[in-house]
């Protein structure tokens, strides 16, 4: 049944159900829909093993696209901010974006800080058991600042940029996350396997 963060404004509105369900899905991709969540600190990684994990899944016949915060921020939610409930109407949108790919039989990959932990709870109850996986790019703040691959961090500490996770804006942690990647442990590779592992061990991938 089709669930919604919240109610449309809009009134006469049915929910339609077309000809091919899920199952036939799986079985012309060859895999069951899923959205991969990968949550975590600016420069954490989260872009960079969602994109190999693609790579990797598009090699192996997949349905997979990533669905990153920079890249969303320049068209359907262009109209937002860094505020707090800018932050949330952000992960909102892409939420349900992103259960449509599922429902479509993709596995999407979504990389977004999204760093309010009600708001990931929130994507996590539109879509099935199992078709959520929560990704946490565990990575320090220390090492993320230092990385710092967009100076965003340097201009945060110069007051340019207020609202900044991890400095004047929390961050809050995923308590039990699908996939815990501790990055200063793996390189790219080692993480995006880690992933693809899941997906094999839990029947996403090769389902029929």
Request: glycine residues 10%; contains cysteine; proline residues 4%.
């Amino acid at each position: 049944m089709f669930n919604a963060m919240s109610a449309p404004k809009a009134e006469n509105l049915t929910w339609h159900i077309g000809e091919v369900d899920r199952e036939a899905r799986t079985a012309a991709h060859g895999h069951r829909g899923a959205v991969l969540w990968f949550t975590g600190l600016s420069g954490s990684g989260k872009s960079t093993i969602g994109h190999r994990v693609e790579r990797m899944l598009i090699e192996r016949g997949a349905f997979a696209y990533v669905l990153d915060g920079d890249n969303v921020r320049h068209g359907l939610n262009s109209d937002l901010g860094f505020a707090a409930q800018d932050r949330i109407e952000n992960i909102r949108r892409i939420g349900e974006v992103a259960r449509l790919f599922a429902d479509a039989g993709g596995l999407v990959l979504s990389a977004f800080i999204s760093p309010y932990r009600k708001d990931r709870d929130r994507v996590r109850s539109l879509l099935p058991d199992g078709e959520f996986i929560e990704v946490f790019v565990d990575t320090p703040l220390e090492i993320c600042e230092a990385r710092d691959p967009k100076g965003l961090y340097k201009k945060a500490r110069a007051g340019e940029i207020s609202n900044f996770t991890g400095l004047d804006a929390p961050y809050e942690a995923p308590e039990r996350p699908e996939v815990h990647l501790e990055t200063v442990s793996l390189s790219v590779d080692e993480a995006a396997a880690r992933v693809i592992h899941y997906l094999d061990e839990h029947n996403i991938l090769g389902a029929s």
